[in-house]
C-alpha cells in the first residue's frame, strides 16, 4: 500500500494503515485522509535531494512538552522524512503521533539546555508551536540544521505540493483544477455585458505579467488606451475590473499607483478612468482609493509614482484610507503572535500587548476601506477604482472585503473560494512571497491574506446567520496558503504557475475542501433571512474587533470552549436531516400500508407521545474535566489525566504539597507559615524546573495523599 | 366595560391613573372623569391624586379583574397602609406630568408622549396603543444630567442597568421640577417606601419563592449523604453573628457554646460554617471572616477544634485567603489577622489577590467609562479596558474559585474559604467553586438555591452594595459590583460550557438587574436578620415567585442544555476570558443580528425534537400496523 520506500521513515507508519490513525489527534488530519492511506513521491530526484538535508532521519528518547503545561512531557521517537516530522509518542495505547509539514514550519530554535536535555522550539506558519527535548546535544544540532534547511526550500519543486500525490488519476486531477472558473463567475454577475468585455491584450502575459490572461475592461477603451494606461502604472497593472454589481452597473476596480511623480499625467490613463466611469450610466462621478495613508502616497511621488490628480481626471473623487504597509503589518503580527504565545500572562499583559500590537487596529482599517467601498457601490451605485503601489496587497484585501459585503454570494462556501481564486490568485498576490513559501526574502513576508481572511472572521462575529461557512473553513485555508499541500498558493503570479505548469504537477485545494464541506458550514446560516440580503452594515465601534483566538492558539485546545455550541449544532443539523429522512420513508410505507387497509384507518388516530432522548452532544468529557494549572505552575501541573477513564482519575493526582516551590519571594514575609505568596505566581513560572525535581523536603510529611 | 370599584372612582383616586391605563375604552371614561375633577379640585382631591399616582400599578390587576369587588378591596387596604408616606412622594413630586417629551434611546427610535413621575415609575407613554412605554423605576436610576437650550431641557438619564436614556422637556420649571423629583425618588432613603413593598404582582403566586429554599431541606440533604453535621439554632436571635441566618450548619462534635467562642475569634463573629459538601469524596468547603488574631497572634482553641473537626483523620486541609499576603499581614494591625501554620498544623494556607470592593467599584465605573466612549480608537479602546482591570478581576475571582475545587475534587483536601469580612470575595469563591463542582449548581432551580444559601442567607450586603452603580457621581460609601462579577465569572464559564446550564445568559442578565432594581423583595436588606425585620417574605413578593412561573422561565432556559454530571474546568487564560458584552456594551449596540441567531438556534433545536416526535410517533404507528397484519404481510 505505501509505495515508497523510506528508510528514514518509521516503520511503525509504513505498516499501518494511515486511515486507521485518528486524524484528530494529527494537526495535519487532511493529508492523510487525501492520499487515501498511500504515500507516495512522483519526484523521486527532488526527494533524494531533499534526503541529503536530513542528517538524522531517527531521534530515540525525545520529549514532547505540553506548552500549556511544562511539566507534562510525553516521550517517543521523532522522525525526520523529506516531507514531515514526524513524532510518534511510546508507550500508552493510543499512541500520540505529530506531524508536521516542513513547508509549515516557520522557523526552529534551539534553546539553552536544560537538565532533561536540550530543548528545541518549531515555531509554524499554522501559529503551531511544538517544543521538544532532545537528549542529545548532537543530535539536537542535527535535528536543528536538517529542519532548517528542509523548511527553507530553494526551489518550487522541493515544495510538498510536486511530491504530495493522492490516490486520483490524471484526469481527476486536470478536473480539480476546472473546479472554480472565474469566467462562470464573471458571468454570474453580469458580464460581459454591452458596457464590459474581456480584452485579449494580456492573453500573453505581455502588458502585464502579474495579471490574469483574461481581464474585464470598458468596451469603448481601444488597445492603445490600455497599453498606454498600464505604461502609466506600477508594473503595467492598468485599471480592471474586479466586481461588477449588476443592480446598478456599478463596479469595483483595480489598478496599481500611477507613475504621475509631482507633475506627469497620461491621456490614456485618464481615458480609461473617463471609460469606467461613464460604464456605469447611473452615476457622474467615480471614486478613486487609494488605500495607504497619505503620507506614504507622497513619498511615492519622489519616485515618480504616487497618486492620482483630481485636476487632471474629469469627475473622480479621490480619498485616501491609511492602511499601513506590507512591513508594518508583519511586524504587528509578529507582535501578536508573540502574544498569543505568552503562557500565562496576567490579564494586563495580554490587554496591552494586544494593543501595543496594533493588530486590531489595522484590521479595523481594512474594514472600514471595505465599507466605503462597499456603500459607495451599493447605496451611492458609483464605480470606484482601488489602488495601493503595486495593487496586489491592500488592493486585494479591500477590494474581497467590499465583496464580502456587498455580495452574499461571497458569504457562502464556493463564493469564498471564487473570491480568493479571483482578487488574490488570479490577480497576481505574491503568495510565494508573502507566506516565504521558498528561502529568500524576509521583508518581503507579510500576513496580508490573514488579514482578509480575519476581516472575514470579525463579520462572522457581527452576522452569525449571513455566513454559509464557519470559521474553521477559514481556518482550513489559512493553513493550506501555507502548507504548500496544494499547488493553488505556490507562485507570484498566474504566468509563473503556468511556466511551472502547476496545474500538471500539483492539485487543487478547492475541490477537496468542497469534499469535505460539511465540516465548514455554519448551521446557524440563513440566506433567506433579510440581514443576509445585499449589503452588510457592519459596526466599526473598536470593541466590535476581537482576538481571533481559535487562529492564533488554534493548538492550544485548553484555551478553547470546552464544548463548542457550532459542533453541537452541526450535529444536531445532520441528526434533523436524518430525521427529515427517516420520515420520509415512514409516510411512504405508511400511505402504502393505508391503501391496503384503508378499512383499518381510523384506527391510527390515537396520538402516540414518547419522550426521546436528546441528541447525543459531542462533549469532550476527557477535555471537560481536566483542571487548567490555576495556580500558575505552582501546582505542580494540573493532574496528568487527560486521557484517562474516570476510574483511573483517582489514582492519577499529583501531590499539592509536593510540588511547593522553594519560594524565597521577596514580599513572601510570612516566614512562619512557609507558604509562599501565591498571588505572585506568574513571574515565577519560568524559572520553575520542568521536572518534578524541585521536591520540597518536607512532601512527605505534608502530602496527605502520598500514602 | 365598567370600570369596578365605583366609590374609588367618585373619590377621584383613580384619575392620574389615566395616563398608564392601555385600554382604550376605559381610558376615554376616565379622562372625561378627570376633567370633571379638575374643575372641581380640591385640596382632598390633590392628596387622592397624588395616592393614585402612587399605587398606580395596581390598577390593571382591578381592571382586569373578574372578581372587582374583591380586587378592589385589596387595593384599597393598600392606600391606607401606605396613606403615611402618601405625602412625602407628594412632597418630592412637584411636576406630575408634562407633555411633549422626547425620549431618545440609543438603537430605537425616538419616542414623543406624556412624561409622568409616580412614586416609584418615571412613565413615558406616546399614548398610542401600539408603541410600548417606558416605565423606569426610580431605584434603577443611578444619576441625572441637566442641560438647557434656551427653555428646552434635557435630562440625561444613567441608569443602573447601564442603560443612557435622553429625556427631552419643553419648559426650563417642568425640567428643574422633573430633575430634582427624579433625585430625590431615586434616592430615597428609607428601605420601606421601596418599590417592593408597594407592589402587587399581576399574576398568580403559584409557588411562593419565600419558602423555596429553606435551610432545613437543605440540611436533609445533607443528612441524606453524612452525619457528621447539624444545624444549629445558636444564632437565633442573629446575635452571635448579625449576618449570619438563624440555621448554621457546623460540625456535630462542636457545641453552641464553642461556635459563640469562635464567633468573637472571627471578624464579624462569622465563625466558620459549612458551605459545600461534596458528595464524591466527602470533602468539604468551609467559609468564615478573618480570624482575629491582631499584632499578637491572638489564638482561639475553639476555633482551631471547629475547623479541625472538618477533617478527615490524618489529612490536611487548605486555607484559601483571598487576599494576599501583604494585605491579610496589614490587617493584623486592625485587630485581624490570617491563622498562624503554628496553631492550625494541619491546614496550609494559599494567599490569592482578590481585591477588595472599593477596588472593584472603580474598575465598573472605568470598565463602563470605556464602554460609553464613542471615540472610534482601537487604541483607547483596549488600553481603558485594560486600565479598567474588570478582566483581571474576573481572571483572579476564577482562578480562586477553580483552586478551591481543585483542591477538594483532586487533592482531596477540605477547604475553608475568607478574606475579610467574609461577605464578599470568599462568597465569589464558594459559590463559583460550587458551580465548578455540582451539576445541580448548574440548573435553574439549583442556582436560584445557590443565590439564595451563598449570598442571601450567607450575608451579602446587597443593599449596601448595590445602591449605587457605574455613574455614580458621588465617593462610593460601600457600593461594589460583588454580586456582578460573580455573575460574570458565571457567564465566561457558560461560555466555556455552552451545554452545560439549564440557564442562558439572559437568566444571569436578569439577576443583575434584579440586585440593583426590582420590584420584589428578594435582594432587600443586607442580612436575614434585616430582611425578617422588615418582614420582606409577608409584605413582598420574592423574585423566585416570578422566575419560576413556566411563562417566565421559557426566556431563560438554555436550549443546548443537557446536564453534565462532571466537574467544569474552565480555562482562566486571558485568551479565553470574553468582555460580557450582553451587560456592559448592551445598549451601546444594536443585537438584531445576535437575537436573529438565538432565534435560529432555538429553531434549529426545537425542529429536531419535533421530528423526533414525529419519527417515534410513525414508528410506533408503523409497528403497531405490521403486528396487526403479520399474518397477512411478509415483506
Same mark, same amino acid.
Given at each position: 500500500m505505501i509505495v515508497c520506500d523510506i528508510t528514514a521513515f518509521p516503520k511503525e507508519i509504513q505498516v499501518?494503515?494511515?486511515?486507521?490513525?485518528?486524524?484528530?489527534?494529527?494537526?495535519?488530519?487532511?493529508s492523510l485522509q487525501m492520499t487515501g492511506g498511500a504515500i507516495t513521491l512522483q519526484a523521486p530526484e527532488v526527494w533524494w535531494s531533499e534526503m541529503?538535508?536530513?542528517?538524522?532521519p531517527k531521534v530515540e528518547n525525545v520529549r514532547l512538552v505540553d506548552r500549556s503545561y511544562s511539566r507534562r512531557t510525553q516521550v517517543g521517537t521523532l522522525y525526520l522524512t523529506a516531507t514531515h516530522t514526524i513524532f510518534v509518542g511510546k508507550g500508552s495505547e493510543d499512541r500520540n503521533e505529530l506531524w508536521v509539514l516542513h513547508s509549515l514550519v516557520c522557523n526552529v530554535v534551539k534553546h539553552k539546555a536544560s537538565q532533561s536535555g536540550y530543548p528545541l522550539l518549531i515555531h509554524c506558519k499554522n501559529f503551531q508551536v511544538i517544543q521538544f527535548i532532545i537528549p542529545q546535544e548532537s543530535d539536537c544540532h542535527d535535528v536543528y540544521i536538517s529542519l532548517s534547511r528542509l523548511s527553507r526550500?530553494?526551489?518550487?519543486?522541493? *515544495?510538498y505540493c510536486f511530491s504530495f500525490?493522492?490516490?486520483?488519476?490524471k484526469a481527476e486531477r486536470e478536473h480539480s483544477w476546472d473546479f472554480l472558473d472565474l469566467k462562470a463567475e464573471f458571468s454570474r454577475m453580469g458580464l460581459p455585458n454591452k458596457m464590459w468585455h474581456i480584452t485579449p491584450i494580456n492573453r500573453e502575459y505581455?502588458?502585464?505579467?502579474?495579471?490574469?490572461a483574461d481581464l474585464f475592461v470598458p468596451?469603448?477603451?481601444t488597445l492603445p488606451v490600455i497599453v498606454g494606461s498600464s505604461k502609466f502604472r506600477s508594473r503595467g497593472r492598468f485599471p480592471t475590473l474586479s466586481y461588477y454589481c449588476k443592480e446598478n452597473h456599478a463596479t469595483i476596480c483595480r489598478s496599481s499607483q500611477p507613475l504621475s511623480g509631482f507633475s506627469a499625467r497620461c491621456l490614456e490613463d485618464e481615458q480609461m478612468l473617463q471609460a469606467i466611469m461613464k460604464s456605469?450610466?447611473?452615476?457622474r462621478f467615480m471614486y478613486v482609493v487609494d488605500t495607504r495613508p497619505k503620507l506614504n502616497a507622497m513619498a511615492n511621488r519622489a519616485a515618480g509614482k504616487g497618486y492620482e490628480n483630481e485636476d487632471n481626471y474629469c469627475n473622480i473623487k479621490f480619498q485616501f484610507i491609511g492602511i499601513e504597509n506590507i512591513h508594518v503589518m508583519r511586524n504587528s503580527q509578529q507582535k501578536l503572535i508573540e502574544v498569543s504565545a *505568552?503562557?500565562?500572562?496576567?490579564m494586563g499583559e495580554f490587554l496591552l500587548g494586544l494593543e501595543n500590537s496594533d493588530w486590531l487596529r489595522h484590521i479595523k482599517s481594512i474594514m472600514e476601506a471595505g465599507i466605503f467601498i462597499s456603500k459607495a457601490v451599493a447605496e451611492e451605485g458609483v464605480s470606484v477604482l482601488v489602488h495601493c503601489s503595486d495593487g496586489w496587497d491592500r488592493t486585494a484585501q479591500v477590494c474581497s472585503v467590499a465583496s464580502v459585503l456587498l455580495d452574499?454570494?461571497?458569504?457562502t462556501i464556493k463564493g469564498m473560494m471564487v473570491l480568493i481564486e479571483k482578487d488574490w490568485v488570479s490577480f497576481g498576490h505574491k503568495f510565494s512571497h508573502r507566506c516565504g513559501? *521558498?528561502?529568500?526574502?524576509?521583508?518581503?513576508?507579510?500576513p496580508v491574506i490573514d488579514q482578509f481572511l480575519e476581516c472575514v472572521w470579525q463579520l462572522m462575529e457581527q452576522f452569525?446567520?449571513?455566513?454559509?461557512?464557519?470559521?474553521k473553513f477559514l481556518i482550513s485555508i489559512h493553513n493550506h496558503v501555507y502548507s504548500?499541500?496544494?499547488?493553488?498558493?505556490?507562485?507570484?503570479s498566474q504566468k509563473e504557475r503556468k511556466d511551472l505548469r502547476i496545474k500538471e504537477k500539483t492539485h487543487s485545494i478547492w475541490p477537496h475542501l468542497w469534499e469535505n464541506k460539511l465540516d465548514f458550514?455554519?448551521?446557524?446560516?440563513?440566506?433567506?433571512q433579510s440581514q443576509n440580503q445585499g449589503l452588510l452594515r457592519p459596526?466599526?465601534?473598536?470593541?466590535?474587533f476581537k482576538y481571533w483566538r481559535r487562529l492564533y492558539?488554534?493548538?492550544?485546545?485548553?484555551?478553547?470552549?470546552?464544548?463548542?455550541e457550532l459542533d453541537c449544532l452541526m450535529t444536531i443539523k445532520e441528526e434533523t436531516q436524518q430525521l427529515e429522512e427517516e420520515l420520509a420513508l415512514y409516510e411512504q410505507k405508511l400511505a402504502v400500508l393505508d391503501k391496503e387497509r384503508a378499512k383499518t384507518?381510523?384506527?391510527?388516530k390515537g396520538v402516540l407521545d414518547s419522550k426521546q432522548p436528546l441528541w447525543s452532544l459531542p462533549l469532550d468529557t476527557t477535555l471537560a474535566n481536566t483542571p487548567q494549572d490555576y495556580l500558575g505552575g505552582f501546582m505542580g501541573g494540573?493532574?496528568?489525566?487527560?486521557?484517562?477513564?474516570q476510574g483511573e482519575r483517582e489514582s492519577a493526582e499529583l501531590c499539592l504539597f509536593g510540588d511547593k516551590p522553594k519560594s524565597s519571594d521577596a514580599?513572601?514575609?510570612d516566614q512562619e507559615s512557609?507558604?509562599?505568596?501565591?498571588?505572585?505566581?506568574s513571574s515565577g513560572?519560568?524559572?520553575?524546573?520542568?521536572?518534578?525535581?524541585?521536591?520540597?523536603?518536607d512532601s512527605d510529611e505534608t502530602g496527605p495523599n502520598k500514602a | 366595560m365598567e370600570a369596578p370599584g365605583a366609590t374609588c372612582l367618585r373619590s377621584g383616586i383613580?384619575?392620574?391613573a389615566v395616563l398608564f391605563v392601555t385600554n382604550n375604552s376605559l381610558r376615554r371614561k376616565l379622562e372625561k372623569l378627570s376633567t370633571f375633577v379638575s374643575v372641581t379640585a380640591s385640596p382632598w382631591m390633590e392628596v387622592a391624586i397624588k395616592v393614585a399616582i402612587l399605587i398606580q400599578i395596581c390598577l390593571p390587576s382591578v381592571v382586569k379583574s373578574n372578581n372587582g369587588v374583591e380586587e378592589t378591596r385589596k387595593w384599597r387596604c393598600q392606600v391606607s397602609c401606605t396613606a403615611q408616606n402618601i405625602m412625602e412622594f407628594a412632597e418630592l413630586i412637584k411636576t406630575p406630568r408634562v407633555d411633549g417629551v422626547v425620549l431618545h434611546r440609543p438603537f430605537m427610535p425616538t419616542v414623543e408622549g406624556t412624561l409622568c413621575l409616580t412614586g416609584h415609575h418615571l412613565i413615558l407613554s %406616546?399614548? $398610542?396603543?401600539n408603541t410600548e412605554e417606558l416605565w423606569l423605576l426610580?431605584? +434603577?436610576?443611578d444619576s441625572i444630567e441637566k442641560r438647557f437650550i434656551g427653555s428646552l431641557g434635557t435630562i440625561i438619564v444613567k441608569c443602573k442597568d447601564l442603560r443612557v436614556i435622553q429625556l427631552d422637556i419643553p419648559g426650563m420649571e417642568e425640567c428643574l421640577n422633573i430633575a430634582s423629583s427624579i433625585e430625590a425618588l431615586s434616592t430615597?432613603?428609607?428601605?420601606?417606601?421601596?418599590?417592593p413593598f408597594f407592589y402587587r404582582p399581576l399574576?398568580?403566586?403559584?409557588?411562593d419563592g419565600w419558602q423555596l429554599f429553606v435551610p432545613e431541606e437543605a440540611f436533609k440533604d445533607l443528612e441524606s449523604m453524612t452525619d457528621e453535621w447539624r444545624l444549629s439554632e445558636v444564632n437565633k436571635d442573629f446575635s452571635?453573628?448579625?449576618?449570619?441566618?438563624s440555621l448554621l450548619t457546623v460540625?456535630?462534635?462542636? !457545641?453552641d457554646e464553642s461556635l459563640c467562642k469562635a464567633a468573637s475569634f472571627r471578624h464579624g463573629g462569622r465563625f466558620p460554617v459549612l458551605s459545600?459538601?461534596?458528595?464524591?469524596?466527602?470533602m468539604v468547603m468551609m467559609r468564615a471572616a478573618q480570624?482575629?488574631?491582631g499584632t499578637n497572634g491572638r489564638r482561639c482553641k475553639e476555633d482551631e477544634k471547629l475547623i479541625n473537626a472538618?477533617?478527615?483523620?490524618g489529612k490536611r486541609g487548605y486555607i484559601i485567603d483571598t487576599r494576599t499576603i501583604a494585605v491579610a499581614q496589614q490587617a493584623k494591625a486592625r485587630g485581624g489577622g490570617f491563622e498562624q501554620e503554628a496553631n492550625y498544623p494541619q491546614w496550609r494556607r494559599i494567599h490569592k489577590a482578590i481585591e477588595r470592593s472599593n477596588v472593584l467599584q472603580e474598575s465598573l465605573i472605568k470598565l463602563v467609562e470605556a464602554c460609553n !466612549? $464613542?471615540?472610534? %480608537?482601537m487604541d483607547r479602546w483596549l488600553s481603558k479596558l485594560e486600565a479598567s482591570n474588570w478582566q483581571s478581576h474576573v481572571k483572579e475571582i476564577l482562578t480562586t474559585a477553580c483552586l478551591a475545587a481543585q483542591c477538594i475534587d483532586r487533592e482531596g483536601a477540605s477547604v475553608l474559604v475568607h478574606g475579610t469580612?467574609?461577605?464578599d470575595s470568599t462568597l465569589q469563591v464558594t459559590s463559583l467553586a460550587q458551580i465548578i463542582l455540582d451539576p445541580?449548581? #448548574?440548573?435553574i432551580r439549583g442556582f436560584e438555591a445557590l443565590i439564595e444559601r451563598e449570598w442571601l442567607q450567607a450575608g451579602h450586603p446587597f443593599q449596601q452594595r448595590c445602591? $449605587?452603580?457605574?455613574?455614580?457621581?458621588?465617593?462610593? #460609601?460601600?457600593?461594589?459590583?460583588v454580586f456582578l462579577l460573580f455573575l460574570d465569572c458565571v457567564w465566561q464559564i457558560l461560555r466555556q460550557?455552552?451545554? %452545560?446550564?439549564?440557564? +442562558?445568559?439572559n437568566f444571569l442578565i436578569m439577576l443583575f438587574e434584579h440586585t440593583y432594581?426590582?420590584?420584589?423583595?428578594?435582594?432587600?436588606? +443586607?442580612s436575614v436578620g434585616e430582611r425578617v425585620k422588615l418582614q420582606l417574605s409577608q409584605k413582598t413578593v420574592s423574585l423566585w415567585s416570578w422566575v419560576n412561573r413556566p411563562q417566565e422561565m421559557e426566556r431563560f432556559? +438554555?436550549?443546548?442544555y443537557e446536564p453534565n454530571n462532571l466537574v467544569i474546568w474552565p480555562s482562566v487564560a486571558p485568551q479565553s476570558l470574553l468582555l460580557w458584552e450582553g451587560v456592559f456594551l448592551r445598549w451601546n449596540r444594536s443585537t438584531k443580528c445576535l437575537d436573529e441567531a438565538y432565534q435560529e438556534m432555538v429553531h434549529i433545536i426545537e425542529y429536531n425534537k419535533e421530528l423526533q416526535n414525529k419519527v417515534n410517533s410513525l414508528r410506533r404507528q408503523l409497528a403497531q400496523l405490521e403486528t396487526e397484519d403479520n399474518p397477512l404481510q411478509t415483506p
Amino acid at each position: 500500500m505505501i509505495v515508497c520506500d523510506i528508510t528514514a521513515f518509521p516503520k511503525e507508519i509504513q505498516v499501518k494503515d494511515p486511515a486507521a490513525l485518528s486524524a484528530a489527534r494529527r494537526p495535519y488530519g487532511e493529508s492523510l485522509q487525501m492520499t487515501g492511506g498511500a504515500i507516495t513521491l512522483q519526484a523521486p530526484e527532488v526527494w533524494w535531494s531533499e534526503m541529503e538535508h536530513i542528517r538524522m532521519p531517527k531521534v530515540e528518547n525525545v520529549r514532547l512538552v505540553d506548552r500549556s503545561y511544562s511539566r507534562r512531557t510525553q516521550v517517543g521517537t521523532l522522525y525526520l522524512t523529506a516531507t514531515h516530522t514526524i513524532f510518534v509518542g511510546k508507550g500508552s495505547e493510543d499512541r500520540n503521533e505529530l506531524w508536521v509539514l516542513h513547508s509549515l514550519v516557520c522557523n526552529v530554535v534551539k534553546h539553552k539546555a536544560s537538565q532533561s536535555g536540550y530543548p528545541l522550539l518549531i515555531h509554524c506558519k499554522n501559529f503551531q508551536v511544538i517544543q521538544f527535548i532532545i537528549p542529545q546535544e548532537s543530535d539536537c544540532h542535527d535535528v536543528y540544521i536538517s529542519l532548517s534547511r528542509l523548511s527553507r526550500p530553494e526551489k518550487y519543486e522541493e *515544495l510538498y505540493c510536486f511530491s504530495f500525490n493522492p490516490n486520483v488519476d490524471k484526469a481527476e486531477r486536470e478536473h480539480s483544477w476546472d473546479f472554480l472558473d472565474l469566467k462562470a463567475e464573471f458571468s454570474r454577475m453580469g458580464l460581459p455585458n454591452k458596457m464590459w468585455h474581456i480584452t485579449p491584450i494580456n492573453r500573453e502575459y505581455r502588458v502585464c505579467d502579474t495579471y490574469p490572461a483574461d481581464l474585464f475592461v470598458p468596451k469603448s477603451v481601444t488597445l492603445p488606451v490600455i497599453v498606454g494606461s498600464s505604461k502609466f502604472r506600477s508594473r503595467g497593472r492598468f485599471p480592471t475590473l474586479s466586481y461588477y454589481c449588476k443592480e446598478n452597473h456599478a463596479t469595483i476596480c483595480r489598478s496599481s499607483q500611477p507613475l504621475s511623480g509631482f507633475s506627469a499625467r497620461c491621456l490614456e490613463d485618464e481615458q480609461m478612468l473617463q471609460a469606467i466611469m461613464k460604464s456605469n450610466p447611473g452615476s457622474r462621478f467615480m471614486y478613486v482609493v487609494d488605500t495607504r495613508p497619505k503620507l506614504n502616497a507622497m513619498a511615492n511621488r519622489a519616485a515618480g509614482k504616487g497618486y492620482e490628480n483630481e485636476d487632471n481626471y474629469c469627475n473622480i473623487k479621490f480619498q485616501f484610507i491609511g492602511i499601513e504597509n506590507i512591513h508594518v503589518m508583519r511586524n504587528s503580527q509578529q507582535k501578536l503572535i508573540e502574544v498569543s504565545a *505568552l503562557r500565562s500572562p496576567s490579564m494586563g499583559e495580554f490587554l496591552l500587548g494586544l494593543e501595543n500590537s496594533d493588530w486590531l487596529r489595522h484590521i479595523k482599517s481594512i474594514m472600514e476601506a471595505g465599507i466605503f467601498i462597499s456603500k459607495a457601490v451599493a447605496e451611492e451605485g458609483v464605480s470606484v477604482l482601488v489602488h495601493c503601489s503595486d495593487g496586489w496587497d491592500r488592493t486585494a484585501q479591500v477590494c474581497s472585503v467590499a465583496s464580502v459585503l456587498l455580495d452574499p454570494y461571497y458569504r457562502t462556501i464556493k463564493g469564498m473560494m471564487v473570491l480568493i481564486e479571483k482578487d488574490w490568485v488570479s490577480f497576481g498576490h505574491k503568495f510565494s512571497h508573502r507566506c516565504g513559501h *521558498l528561502d529568500g526574502e524576509a521583508k518581503e513576508v507579510s500576513p496580508v491574506i490573514d488579514q482578509f481572511l480575519e476581516c472575514v472572521w470579525q463579520l462572522m462575529e457581527q452576522f452569525p446567520c449571513a455566513f454559509e461557512y464557519n470559521e474553521k473553513f477559514l481556518i482550513s485555508i489559512h493553513n493550506h496558503v501555507y502548507s504548500c499541500h496544494y499547488g493553488n498558493f505556490i507562485c507570484n503570479s498566474q504566468k509563473e504557475r503556468k511556466d511551472l505548469r502547476i496545474k500538471e504537477k500539483t492539485h487543487s485545494i478547492w475541490p477537496h475542501l468542497w469534499e469535505n464541506k460539511l465540516d465548514f458550514m455554519n448551521p446557524l446560516f440563513k440566506p433567506e433571512q433579510s440581514q443576509n440580503q445585499g449589503l452588510l452594515r457592519p459596526s466599526t465601534a473598536p470593541y466590535c474587533f476581537k482576538y481571533w483566538r481559535r487562529l492564533y492558539n488554534r493548538f492550544d485546545r485548553e484555551l478553547h470552549p470546552r464544548q463548542s455550541e457550532l459542533d453541537c449544532l452541526m450535529t444536531i443539523k445532520e441528526e434533523t436531516q436524518q430525521l427529515e429522512e427517516e420520515l420520509a420513508l415512514y409516510e411512504q410505507k405508511l400511505a402504502v400500508l393505508d391503501k391496503e387497509r384503508a378499512k383499518t384507518l381510523y384506527m391510527q388516530k390515537g396520538v402516540l407521545d414518547s419522550k426521546q432522548p436528546l441528541w447525543s452532544l459531542p462533549l469532550d468529557t476527557t477535555l471537560a474535566n481536566t483542571p487548567q494549572d490555576y495556580l500558575g505552575g505552582f501546582m505542580g501541573g494540573a493532574p496528568n489525566v487527560f486521557t484517562l477513564q474516570q476510574g483511573e482519575r483517582e489514582s492519577a493526582e499529583l501531590c499539592l504539597f509536593g510540588d511547593k516551590p522553594k519560594s524565597s519571594d521577596a514580599d513572601n514575609s510570612d516566614q512562619e507559615s512557609g507558604v509562599a505568596d501565591f498571588s505572585s505566581h506568574s513571574s515565577g513560572e519560568e524559572s520553575l524546573p520542568s521536572e518534578d525535581s524541585g521536591k520540597d523536603p518536607d512532601s512527605d510529611e505534608t502530602g496527605p495523599n502520598k500514602a | 366595560m365598567e370600570a369596578p370599584g365605583a366609590t374609588c372612582l367618585r373619590s377621584g383616586i383613580r384619575i392620574c391613573a389615566v395616563l398608564f391605563v392601555t385600554n382604550n375604552s376605559l381610558r376615554r371614561k376616565l379622562e372625561k372623569l378627570s376633567t370633571f375633577v379638575s374643575v372641581t379640585a380640591s385640596p382632598w382631591m390633590e392628596v387622592a391624586i397624588k395616592v393614585a399616582i402612587l399605587i398606580q400599578i395596581c390598577l390593571p390587576s382591578v381592571v382586569k379583574s373578574n372578581n372587582g369587588v374583591e380586587e378592589t378591596r385589596k387595593w384599597r387596604c393598600q392606600v391606607s397602609c401606605t396613606a403615611q408616606n402618601i405625602m412625602e412622594f407628594a412632597e418630592l413630586i412637584k411636576t406630575p406630568r408634562v407633555d411633549g417629551v422626547v425620549l431618545h434611546r440609543p438603537f430605537m427610535p425616538t419616542v414623543e408622549g406624556t412624561l409622568c413621575l409616580t412614586g416609584h415609575h418615571l412613565i413615558l407613554s %406616546s399614548r $398610542q396603543d401600539n408603541t410600548e412605554e417606558l416605565w423606569l423605576l426610580h431605584a +434603577n436610576i443611578d444619576s441625572i444630567e441637566k442641560r438647557f437650550i434656551g427653555s428646552l431641557g434635557t435630562i440625561i438619564v444613567k441608569c443602573k442597568d447601564l442603560r443612557v436614556i435622553q429625556l427631552d422637556i419643553p419648559g426650563m420649571e417642568e425640567c428643574l421640577n422633573i430633575a430634582s423629583s427624579i433625585e430625590a425618588l431615586s434616592t430615597l432613603d428609607s428601605v420601606s417606601l421601596m418599590y417592593p413593598f408597594f407592589y402587587r404582582p399581576l399574576f398568580e403566586v403559584i409557588e411562593d419563592g419565600w419558602q423555596l429554599f429553606v435551610p432545613e431541606e437543605a440540611f436533609k440533604d445533607l443528612e441524606s449523604m453524612t452525619d457528621e453535621w447539624r444545624l444549629s439554632e445558636v444564632n437565633k436571635d442573629f446575635s452571635v453573628c448579625p449576618s449570619y441566618p438563624s440555621l448554621l450548619t457546623v460540625p456535630k462534635d462542636i !457545641d453552641d457554646e464553642s461556635l459563640c467562642k469562635a464567633a468573637s475569634f472571627r471578624h464579624g463573629g462569622r465563625f466558620p460554617v459549612l458551605s459545600y459538601y461534596h458528595k464524591k469524596n466527602g470533602m468539604v468547603m468551609m467559609r468564615a471572616a478573618q480570624p482575629l488574631t491582631g499584632t499578637n497572634g491572638r489564638r482561639c482553641k475553639e476555633d482551631e477544634k471547629l475547623i479541625n473537626a472538618t477533617l478527615c483523620a490524618g489529612k490536611r486541609g487548605y486555607i484559601i485567603d483571598t487576599r494576599t499576603i501583604a494585605v491579610a499581614q496589614q490587617a493584623k494591625a486592625r485587630g485581624g489577622g490570617f491563622e498562624q501554620e503554628a496553631n492550625y498544623p494541619q491546614w496550609r494556607r494559599i494567599h490569592k489577590a482578590i481585591e477588595r470592593s472599593n477596588v472593584l467599584q472603580e474598575s465598573l465605573i472605568k470598565l463602563v467609562e470605556a464602554c460609553n !466612549d $464613542q471615540s472610534h %480608537s482601537m487604541d483607547r479602546w483596549l488600553s481603558k479596558l485594560e486600565a479598567s482591570n474588570w478582566q483581571s478581576h474576573v481572571k483572579e475571582i476564577l482562578t480562586t474559585a477553580c483552586l478551591a475545587a481543585q483542591c477538594i475534587d483532586r487533592e482531596g483536601a477540605s477547604v475553608l474559604v475568607h478574606g475579610t469580612e467574609g461577605t464578599d470575595s470568599t462568597l465569589q469563591v464558594t459559590s463559583l467553586a460550587q458551580i465548578i463542582l455540582d451539576p445541580a449548581c #448548574r440548573t435553574i432551580r439549583g442556582f436560584e438555591a445557590l443565590i439564595e444559601r451563598e449570598w442571601l442567607q450567607a450575608g451579602h450586603p446587597f443593599q449596601q452594595r448595590c445602591a $449605587q452603580s457605574a455613574y455614580s457621581n458621588g465617593k462610593p #460609601r460601600s457600593e461594589a459590583p460583588v454580586f456582578l462579577l460573580f455573575l460574570d465569572c458565571v457567564w465566561q464559564i457558560l461560555r466555556q460550557f455552552p451545554c %452545560s446550564f439549564q440557564f +442562558n445568559e439572559n437568566f444571569l442578565i436578569m439577576l443583575f438587574e434584579h440586585t440593583y432594581a426590582s420590584q420584589f423583595g428578594t435582594f432587600l436588606g +443586607n442580612s436575614v436578620g434585616e430582611r425578617v425585620k422588615l418582614q420582606l417574605s409577608q409584605k413582598t413578593v420574592s423574585l423566585w415567585s416570578w422566575v419560576n412561573r413556566p411563562q417566565e422561565m421559557e426566556r431563560f432556559l +438554555n436550549p443546548l442544555y443537557e446536564p453534565n454530571n462532571l466537574v467544569i474546568w474552565p480555562s482562566v487564560a486571558p485568551q479565553s476570558l470574553l468582555l460580557w458584552e450582553g451587560v456592559f456594551l448592551r445598549w451601546n449596540r444594536s443585537t438584531k443580528c445576535l437575537d436573529e441567531a438565538y432565534q435560529e438556534m432555538v429553531h434549529i433545536i426545537e425542529y429536531n425534537k419535533e421530528l423526533q416526535n414525529k419519527v417515534n410517533s410513525l414508528r410506533r404507528q408503523l409497528a403497531q400496523l405490521e403486528t396487526e397484519d403479520n399474518p397477512l404481510q411478509t415483506p
